[in-house]
């Protein structure tokens, strides 16, 4: 059974910074690549991150270029979210997910929440 | 940057049918995504690939896509189909989008 196992939401002061943490299990976390979703409250769904199966290719959505670095360690089944100078804007749950080999996610996370807030 | 416009809403009565749209340039060259998220749970695949449905998804869901509009069917849609649902797809530099989201009221 597949499962991704979501930690690290907290609260945060603006200008702060955390790191989320997502351990797979059920699969073959080294042959999928990985995303991270976030949803703000009352809001849609926002893709933030993605990260190729080595590592080695990254991807992020403009609005957090040089704040967010998605990374991975295949040795431990585990993708990351590391997340520096922290916006009020940036409220939300964040969600990992697997990439499907045929696009689009096919399993997410519980979610954990990130509030930003002085 | 890239967008897919959906129906803020779309309200039926249990048993009609319920389309959603997402409207997107991209939509001819690239496959739609569709997505079910229910109040306070994670997001749930019930479309993949335009037209095709996961295991474990109701027949009653189905999808379509044609030019730049893709669509989500739910024929004889019930109580329990009542949630958000959002499309995503990527565009033509491959840039992830979803969706604005469409409230789905069933009633």
């Known amino acids: 059974e597949v499962e991704l196992v979501q930690s690290g939401g907290a609260l945060v002061q603006p200008g702060g910074s955390l790191r989320l943490s997502c351990v797979a299990s059920?699969?073959?976390?080294?042959?999928?690549?990985m995303t991270w979703v976030r949803q703000a409250p009352g809001k849609g769904l926002e893709w933030v991150a993605s990260i190729e199966r080595d590592g080695r290719e990254k991807f992020h959505v403009d609005s957090v270029k040089g704040r967010f670095t998605i990374s991975r360690d295949n040795a431990k089944n585990s993708l990351y979210l590391d997340m520096k100078m922290l916006r009020v804007e940036d409220t939300a749950v964040f969600y990992c997910?697997?990439?499907?080999?045929?696009?689009?996610?096919?399993?997410w996370g519980q979610g954990t929440l990130v509030t930003v807030s002085s | 940057s890239y967008e897919l416009t959906q129906p803020p809403s779309v309200s039926v009565s249990p048993g009609q049918t319920a389309r959603i749209t997402c409207s997107g340039d991209?939509?001819?060259?690239?496959?739609a995504y569709w997505y079910q998220q229910k109040s306070g749970q994670a997001p749930l695949l019930v479309i993949y690939?335009?037209?095709k449905r996961p295991s474990g998804i109701p027949d009653r869901f189905s999808g379509s896509s044609s030019g730049t509009v893709a669509t989500l069917t739910i024929s004889g849609a019930q109580v329990e189909d009542e949630a958000d649902f959002y499309c995503y797809s990527t565009d033509s530099n491959n840039h992830r989008v979803f969706g604005g989201g469409t409230k789905l009221t069933v009633l």
């Open positions: 991209a939509l001819p060259k690239k496959y």
């Open positions: 690939e335009d037209n």
């Open positions: 997910a697997r990439d499907s080999p045929k696009g689009g996610f096919d399993f």
């Open positions: 059920g699969f073959a976390f080294s042959d999928s690549w």
